[in-house]
């Protein structure tokens, strides 16, 4: 019969006494990227410093930060090791992020994926999720994730919705700067587990299979 093609039954998904085991996650290894003007483009800005008396330009972190109050404070982290698997973003604000001292940081970073209402079409689809907020976006892919490496006196803006992970850093503790809302991380805080669709899939996957064993045994 038909239904017995279920090509969902993966290497790895029994152990040798054929009860069903859950997936292990995944590594995967990224290489930094120097985070400059060019090659942080599509995630927000790079910004540098600039003579003192030059006029406002496109140099400049292009800010939008009228949704709220603006908040401006140093923000403390501790043990913060190279790796993550977890990435949020921010749908009504930019933010601005850069190390005291200019210490070497990293950032993971993906592209924002907030869709326009107008984008929004009756049935929302299976890759698009309605968030908490209220606004609609597209989880990012793994493979669309990359890390940057930010030194010295130098610090990044983020585009409004650019998923990111971090500060993340080799030392004890580093202190950052940080230029957001006051309510940034109360309400337009959207976070993701980047194996969790996955992870899902894989578990849907092994509760299949164990019907199927249950319909081997009456056929």
């Keep these: 019969m038909y239904y017995i093609l279920i090509f969902i039954v993966h290497n790895g998904y029994m152990?040798?006494?054929?009860?069903?085991?859950?997936?292990?996650p995944?590594?995967?290894?990224?290489?930094?990227?120097?985070a400059t003007p060019e090659t942080f483009e599509e995630y927000g800005q790079v910004i540098e410093a600039s003579p003192d008396g030059e006029e406002f330009g496109p140099r400049d972190a292009q800010l939008e930060l009228t949704r709220g109050i603006p908040r401006f404070y140093i923000m403390h982290l501790e043990k913060r090791p190279?790796?993550?698997?977890?990435?949020?973003?921010?749908?009504?604000?930019?933010?601005?992020?850069?190390s005291i001292g200019g210490y070497v940081w990293y950032l993971g970073v993906a592209k924002s994926s907030i869709l326009d209402s107008s984008e929004i079409k009756g049935d929302t689809g299976t890759n698009i999720v309605k968030s908490r907020c209220g606004h609609f976006y597209v989880p990012p892919a793994i493979d669309d994730v990359c890390v940057f490496k930010i030194e010295g006196p130098k610090f990044l803006k983020l585009n409004r919705g650019t998923w990111?992970?971090?500060?993340?850093?080799?030392?004890?503790?580093?202190?950052?700067?940080?230029?957001?809302?006051?309510n940034t991380n109360t309400l337009s805080k959207v976070g993701m587990t980047l194996m969790r669709r996955h992870y899902i899939k894989l578990r849907i996957s092994i509760a299949l299979w164990m019907v199927w064993r249950r319909i081997l045994k009456f056929l």
């Design 26 to 34: 995944a590594v995967v290894k990224l290489k930094a990227i120097e």
């Design 82 to 98: 190279l790796k993550f698997s977890t990435i949020t973003h921010h749908e009504n604000v930019t933010q601005c992020l850069g």
């Design 164 to 182: 990111h992970a971090g500060p993340l850093f080799k030392a004890d503790t580093m202190d950052f700067y940080n230029l957001e809302l006051s």
């Design 15 to 24: 152990d040798s006494s054929g009860e069903a085991k859950p997936p292990a």
